[in-house]
């Protein structure tokens, strides 16, 4: 049989379809892998690391959070990671909340209620980790928050490294 050739509005949508399956993503990634590598000639002539390299005039307050549930093994050790984080004194916090826990997790943080960075605080009830960092969270005014597990230690520069990039307003 004989067959009429596509009409105009027939080619219209077949072409719509070829240029949003096959042109258009062409296009954005050909765009896409153009520009990345203008900016990585600009990178490699300019011989400079892209990431900041001098410490800040002033470091920024910052917050840790930890909810602990049963970390009786590690928590005392982690509080001591934090106190020995090479981090201005006077501007560093640590929020940490006991989450009903059943071991001595509670009389751990309550041997550094003298120290002026860390804040315990140990919660009778079991509420599980948001609610409790959620509630920690809403004890600070820090602008930079740092949420942490209590078995997860840091290496001493690693808030200076985490929050060189906020200095920028």
């Known amino acids: 049989r004989f067959r009429a050739a596509p009409r105009a509005s027939e080619r219209g949508g077949i072409g719509a379809v070829v240029y949003s399956y096959l042109l258009y993503p062409g296009v954005l990634f050909a765009v896409a892998a ?8 600009a990178f490699v002539m300019r011989k400079v690391d892209r990431r900041k390299s001098e410490p800040s005039s002033e470091w920024p307050l910052v917050a840790v959070v930890i909810s602990a549930f049963n970390e009786e093994r590690h928590l005392a050790q982690r509080i001591d990671n934090l106190l020995a984080l090479d981090y ?23 041997r550094y209620q003298h120290e ?9 009830q079991n509420r599980g980790k948001a609610s409790v960092l959620n509630d920690l ?21 690693a808030l200076k490294k985490l929050v060189a990039g906020f200095d920028d307003p």
Request: proline share 7%; no cysteine; hydrophobic share 40%.
């Open 34 to 41: 153009f520009s990345q590598a203008l900016r990585d000639a």
């Open 88 to 110: 201005p004194v006077d501007r560093l916090v640590a929020y940490i909340g006991s989450d009903g826990s059943r071991d001595r997790s509670a009389d751990i943080l309550g």
């Open 116 to 124: 002026p960075r860390i804040r315990g605080f140990a919660f009778e």
């Open 137 to 157: 969270v809403s004890r600070g005014t820090e602008p930079i928050l740092v949420f942490s597990d209590a078995n997860t230690f840091f290496r001493p520069d």
